[in-house]
């Protein structure tokens, strides 16, 4: 029965409009389980031992398993949560800047900045605090369908993107997705792949498509029965490499490794659950 009302769930707000993004609604779905705390540091020790093997089966199915091509690029990875994308871009010679709005997604991948030395960043994706062209390639993974308005999404992610850089994701396949997902924040709904690509285009991007994924069977073939698809465009005009610029300060907080932009809107939840976090890490000495 319950997963029967998670797909109802899940279809009455695909057909409805979508509110605007709330950080509280997020905050409310990922609060902080003292139980999860081990399990999260153990994930991160294990990607580690595995050579961070399921972090390159995504950047295998975003199309990014390149060496030559990520070597020195600059990468910003929005809605990071755990970060094994982010670790698996690193080990593949990008720099790379995984940002996520939730400190109990991201906490124990900054405190791994000896082994993989990510900037992590506790930021909003509708108001990032980087200059224009700060990026070269911008990275989401399963992310976009948590925000809206879209229109203001992409049209952030091309502000922070240098001239022909490019935008890649991955998202959950509706028809799937609807099936097999669970209970989710209130942020959250499938997106139709073209409702995605419309919109990367009307904010400014070029060459905006959509494939589909089965990113365990490393095939397409299934096409929308596959569980997930990818979507990828780029801000127009000829390459320029991207340099990074700060519009406000980025300030350490009490978690090792991480960072909170001073200008988040919703820094004083950050704040206290980077508190909450702070004081279970320590009882549990991990990290």
Same mark, same amino acid.
């Given at each position: 029965?319950?997963?029967? =009302? ?18 509280? &609604? ?21 990607? #580690?031992?595995?050579? #961070?093997?399921? %972090? ?51 906490? &124990? ?9 990510? =900037? ?33 999404? /992409? ?46 285009? #009307?904010?400014?991007?070029?060459? &905006? ?56 809107? /919703? ?19 991990? %990290?």
């Amino acid at each position: 029965m319950s997963r029967i =009302h998670d797909w109802a769930e899940n279809l009455r707000r695909m057909m409805q409009p979508r509110p605007t993004w709330r950080a509280e &609604a997020e905050y409310d779905y990922y609060q902080v389980d003292p139980s999860q705390l081990a399990a999260q540091w153990d994930r991160q020790k294990l990607w #580690q031992r595995q050579g #961070q093997l399921g %972090g390159l089966l995504l950047c295998d199915a975003l199309g990014l398993c390149d060496r030559e091509r990520l070597a020195g690029l600059r990468v910003l990875e929005i809605g990071a949560g755990e970060c094994m994308a982010s670790q698996a871009l690193h080990q593949l010679g990008a720099e790379v800047w995984a940002v996520d709005a939730v400190p109990k997604q991201i906490w &124990a991948a900054a405190a791994q900045k000896r082994q993989t030395p990510l =900037h992590c960043l506790i930021g909003d994706a509708l108001d990032l605090p980087f200059a224009p062209g700060s990026f070269d390639l911008v990275v989401a993974n399963l992310v976009i369908h948590h925000v809206r308005p879209l229109s203001r999404l /992409f049209g952030e992610l091309v502000r922070v993107l240098a001239p022909g850089g490019q935008l890649v994701a991955l998202e959950p396949a509706p028809l799937v997705g609807l099936l097999v997902h669970d209970r989710t924040s209130d942020n959250e709904a499938p997106l139709w792949p073209q409702t995605v690509v419309q919109a990367l285009t #009307q904010a400014g991007f070029a060459d &905006a498509a959509s494939s589909y994924q089965w990113v365990r069977l490393r095939t397409a073939r299934l096409g929308p029965l596959s569980p997930s698809y990818r979507v990828s465009a780029r801000k127009p005009g000829p390459v320029v490499k991207a340099q990074l610029g700060l519009l406000r300060q980025l300030v350490p907080s009490r978690l090792e490794g991480l960072l909170v932009d001073e200008g988040c809107s /919703f820094g004083t939840l950050a704040t206290a659950q980077i508190a909450t976090l702070a004081e279970l890490v320590a009882q549990q000495r991990l %990290g």
